[in-house]
């Protein structure tokens, strides 16, 4: 490169005692080859949310970072979660495993984050963050609120760590889904439902908001 030649040349001239002049040059010099240099590196991308993964148009084969956001009440609520698509695959007993814990999304653990209290079946909870785990079976599911939102798949998942445990009947859909997807939906005041679909499965569990 034409900079490190001429870097190299002022720099013969500092070696052998070349004016003050010079050594001026050599200092701009330097400064606007790192310049150049550091503007030449390319910047990191931070990887966007999408909030509707099931949106046409999607042609990428990675689990894709999502979010589902909403209130409830006064509640305001968001889930983090990455989407996987089914590509062609058999999702259910063979991606994903009948009777084992499952995070429910990819990656991370898939969490949700809620700024008041509220309960679900019978159990108050505190505002805060939580993990949400599925248990899917054949005819039932067990959908999972456990303390530690902070960890890669199941990798650290902890039963001991569960807040609560909901068993619930799976819902067929009429249509595939191609891309697993989170919902947040208000049903009257301070009651809804949390809600995660895929493929042609839908579960849900009720959620309540504390006064």
């Known amino acids: 490169m034409a900079e490190v030649k001429l870097f190299y040349s002022f720099y013969q ?3 052998t005692g070349s004016m003050q002049f010079n050594k001026i040059i050599l200092f701009v010099t330097v400064i606007c080859f790192t310049s150049s240099f550091a503007q030449a590196q390319p910047e990191k991308k931070t990887e966007e949310i999408c909030y509707n993964p099931n949106a046409k148009g999607d042609t990428s084969k990675r689990s894709i970072k999502s979010a589902a956001v909403g209130k409830i009440g006064e509640a305001n609520i ?4 990455h989407s996987p698509g089914v590509r062609g695959r058999t999702i259910w007993g063979g991606l994903v495993p009948y009777n084992d814990v499952w995070v429910t999304g ?3 653990a898939s969490n949700m984050e809620i700024d008041k209290d509220f309960k679900v079946a019978g159990t108050t909870i505190p505002k805060g963050k939580y993990a949400i785990f ?3 079976g054949k005819e039932r599911w067990t959908i999972i609120i456990n303390k530690n939102w902070n960890q890669h798949l199941t990798d650290d998942y902890l039963q001991t760590e569960d807040v609560v445990r909901i068993d619930v009947q799976p819902e067929q859909l009429n249509e595939n889904l191609e891309r697993l997807q989170y919902y947040i939906e208000e049903k009257k005041e301070n009651k809804g439902i949390i809600a995660v679909a895929w493929e042609k499965i839908k579960v849900f569990f009720d ?3 504390k006064d």
């Open 134 to 136: 599925t248990i899917p």
């Open 78 to 81: 968001t889930i983090n979660y």
């Open 106 to 108: 990819a990656h991370l």
């Open 13 to 15: 001239q500092l070696k």
């Open 207 to 209: 959620i309540n908001i």
